[in-house]
């Protein structure tokens, strides 16, 4: 473990180089059955595909047009990536798997279920073997074989403005989550007109990042295979009690946003990059987007700053490490070949890792300069792959038990009831306690 201070001073981490993050593909599938394998081995990269990615700024903004134009460079029988960006990407990509039709190469949206990976995606190797070369492809896996491959690793924390918390008197990291609420009061009665936390509630989808901090804290890398051997995951002790817990207290408290049914994702980058926000739970890939966002303004990238989840081990922070989205081939996919040529290529040789202020998924993969201060801060945790026959078993327990912790909807629920009071926290993690249960009961776990 890396020696720690009690109240250890902030990590100021500026962003470096272009603001990226992951490219994921969609596009050409035919519906045809498959005619080239996913390894490469028998033919060269040639012809078209289609990438589809999230970050819809990155294809306006010529990012990705950089990236085609290197790829076609390195495979000149490459006739064209069509890249194409969407807003609501879990959403449309889940509607347009209900047809084969959904690209070439493409992030497997964290609806689909570790049993489910071989109805839509090819597989890329064994998992043991895809492992020598690449990290974090475990959740990704499913009876030894892979089918998707991150391109950054993240950390899992909260990114913050380190000048507005300087300026609140608060110049080191919270060790509980009432040294944290503590902090963020400071905020408030500084007099500054700013939210202290923000949720993100309206967009939904950043309320699922919290989920980061599972294992982090009590260090037990096993913390989510071990949800599915208990009823009660939901205590002041366990990490999903403390995690949701300070969700709601934050709430109660007047420690966020006024109004969080009017929150906007885009405009959020702005408002902490220039320090009308205090902070958000995000993992590190959001580090580069509020940095550039804070340049856009005319405020200064060296006021971003990343922190751990207030908690500690034996005096130690902990930090999830882990792969960002994977990407994955349609199994349907006429051009398999070239899809896997674009996986590797961007992993290889894009450089994108490094540009997101990410963890590399290569093994010997570097650390970025912005990060590494982080990481000698924080211990860093690989959380365990489920255990042989069991990949599905959190999924399968998670959906009968209605909870459902990879929709945002339950967080934003615990959201309303800290607005309204009409449920106290206590009520609110006995009810899922008892929504788990009766999950468990029905799967037979």
């Known amino acids: 473990m890396f020696p720690q201070k009690r109240r250890r001073r902030y990590v100021s981490l500026a962003a470096i180089g272009t603001v990226l993050t992951l490219a994921a593909a969609c596009g050409s599938g035919s519906g045809d059955e498959p005619t080239t ?20 700024d990155l294809v306006e903004d010529g990012t990705f047009d950089e990236y085609v134009t290197a790829f076609k460079e390195k495979y000149p029988d490459v006739t064209n990536v069509k890249v194409e960006g969407i807003t609501d990407y879990e959403g ?24 489910q990976l071989g109805d839509f995606f090819e597989p890329l190797g064994a998992q043991d ?38 300026a609140a008197g608060v110049t080191a990291f919270p060790t509980t989550t009432q040294e944290f609420l503590a902090d963020l009061q400071s905020i408030k009665d500084a007099g500054i007109e700013i939210a202290p936390l923000y949720t993100n509630y309206k967009d939904s989808w950043p309320l699922t990042q919290w989920d980061g901090a599972r294992g982090a804290v009590t260090a037990d890398p096993d913390y989510v295979n071990k949800m599915t051997q208990t009823d009660t995951p939901w205590t002041d002790e ?70 751990p989840f207030p908690a500690q081990v034996d005096g130690t922070f902990h930090a999830v490490a882990g792969g960002d989205y994977n990407l994955g081939i349609n199994v349907h996919s006429s051009n398999k070949v070239t899809a896997r040529a674009w996986i590797d290529w961007f992993n290889h040789d894009s450089g994108f890792s490094e540009s997101q202020v990410g963890l590399s998924p290569l093994v010997d993969g570097p650390v970025p300069a912005a990060l590494q201060g ?40 615990i959201v309303d009831d800290a607005r309204s009071g009409s449920r106290t926290k206590e009520q609110v993690l006995t009810d899922l306690n008892a929504a788990w249960a009766k999950g468990r009961a029905e799967v037979g776990s």
Do not use: C, H
Not at 40 to 53: K, N, Q, R, S
Not at 293 to 300: M, R, V
């Open 238 to 307: 366990s990490d999903s009690g403390v995690i949701d817990g300070l969700l709601y207290d934050v709430v109660a408290q007047g420690l966020t946003e006024a109004d969080p049914t009017t929150t906007n994702w885009e405009q959020s980058k702005q408002l902490l990059g220039t320090g009308k926000i205090a902070a958000m739970v995000l993992g590190s890939w959001a580090i580069p987007q509020m940095a550039a966002a804070a340049e856009a303004a005319g405020a200064s990238a060296d006021d971003i700053a990343y922190m």
């Open 37 to 56: 394998p996913a390894t490469g081995a028998d033919a060269e990269p040639a012809g078209e595909i289609t990438v589809l990615t999230w970050r819809t």
């Open 374 to 413: 982080f990481v000698d801060e924080v211990e860093l945790l690989t959380m365990n792959a489920a255990p042989a026959g069991k990949e599905s078993l959190f999924a399968d327990i998670d959906t009968a038990s209605g909870i459902v912790t990879t929709d945002p909807k339950y967080r934003q629920k």
């Open 129 to 166: 073997e895809l492992g020598e070369e690449y990290r974090w492809i475990n959740d990704k896996s499913f009876e030894g074989l892979s089918y998707g491959i991150p391109v950054v690793g993240n950390v899992q924390g909260i990114v913050y403005n380190k000048k507005v918390w300087d």
């Open 92 to 115: 449309e990509v889940k509607t347009r798997m209900n047809t084969d039709n959904y690209g070439d190469v493409l992030a497997i949206p964290g609806s689909v279920t570790p049993d």
